[in-house]
T-cell receptor, first 113, second 112 residues
């Protein structure tokens, strides 16, 4: 099915463990984004990517790593998870229409114990 | 710097009209977006303003004043299903930078 999908949808891990959140889109959109959403902070941009092999930091990149070897995939890795990284993570891609709207995945809820 | 402000919570009555305000101060501007987010779900696109004025789309309208750094989302004939968070966002598109910066969102509760 066309769209943008994230996996896993729910994840519980422990402090210090590595976690990778996957994001896959079928539209061949060039730009992709990772946001985290926390109560009182709204959506904050972690990293974004303009195309394969081109990535850049957003507002809150510390503790996260991204890669973009293929246009359709944009995984987000927490190399050593901390409790402060407990959050809901949204992946999004930028549509090519005149409005420049973002299309979001369903979200990945991560709990770090 | 980037600063986008909107009220944290609002309450309105079914059938009424509600206006959600958003003010912004950002280093770049290529459009003002409104998204709707129901609890436990992903945000979905509602509206986009790049020029000053009012954009109407059914029961929802969005207004922009670039000189004042101000926008509002107007919801008419409120329905219970309109209970959600409404996110104001500023587009910063240009050169190597294409990103959307969000405010903290306004949680709207529609009461019978």
């Amino acid at each position: 099915d066309a769209g943008i999908t994230q996996s896993p949808r729910y994840k519980i891990t422990e402090t210090g463990r590595q976690v990778t959140l996957m994001c896959h889109q079928t539209w061949s959109h060039s730009y992709m984004f990772w946001y985290r959403q926390d109560l009182g902070h709204g959506l904050r941009l972690i990293y974004y990517s303009a195309a394969a092999d081109i990535t850049d930091k957003g507002e809150v990149p510390d503790g996260y790593v991204v890669s973009r070897s293929k246009t359709e995939n944009f995984p987000l890795t927490l190399e050593s998870a901390t409790r402060s990284q407990t959050s809901v993570y949204f992946c999004a891609s930028l549509g090519g229409g005149p409005t420049g709207e973002l299309f979001f995945g369903e979200g990945s809820r991560l709990t770090v114990l | 710097g980037q600063n986008i402000d909107q009220p944290t919570e609002m309450t309105a009555t079914e059938g009424a009209i509600v206006q959600i305000n958003c003010t912004y101060q950002t280093s770049g501007f290529n459009g003002l977006f409104w998204y709707q987010q129901h609890a436990g779900e992903a945000p979905t696109f509602l509206s986009y303003n790049v020029l000053d004025g009012l954009e109407e789309k059914g029961r929802f309208s969005s207004f922009l004043s670039r000189s004042k750094g101000y926008s509002y989302l107007l919801l008419k004939e409120l329905q219970m299903k309109d209970s959600a968070s409404y996110l104001c966002a500023v587009g910063n598109y240009g050169g190597a930078t294409n990103k959307l910066i969000f405010g903290t969102g306004t949680l709207l509760a529609v009461q019978p």
